[in-house]
């Protein structure tokens, strides 16, 4: 669903859905390494981290009729970095983990303001696609691992002058 957003061009700023997509994705680890100047600065919660369930929905065959798959455990956040006037982040993350879903604003606010948007952008969201890009591959290197060729042998039954008896 979010392979175009891991796809972007050469010079060409990331749109606030694409970061947003790459931050919900963004593990815990790399977003506290990317933003460890950051991560200590006051912040205005608008929202405290919470954690609810959301349904998943799924289509037969990616284009049948919606289904309910099942519910999914996310946590959200709402914040504002800096004084009034300053730029609201938001995050939803997979998972129960708050301190992600507060990095994940924090990084969120601070892209949205062009002076600090480069700096960011190398510092997390730079991280984020290199570690999302070695997990497909890791992902396509275990699914080609168990991967069957069928093939259909035909039995040669011979050349009729072979075998036969003369």
Partial sequence: MFHAFDNTGPNRPTPRPEWMALLSRAPLQVLEQGLAEQAGAATQWLRKPETGLYMVQGRAGGTGERFNLGEI????CALRVGGEGSAVGVAYVMGRNHRQAQLAAIADALLQDPARHDAVDGAVLRPVRQHLALQQA???ARAQSTRVDFFTVAREAGTPDEGEDA
């Fill in 138 to 140: 890791q992902q396509a």
């Fill in 73 to 76: 455990t996310v946590t959200r």
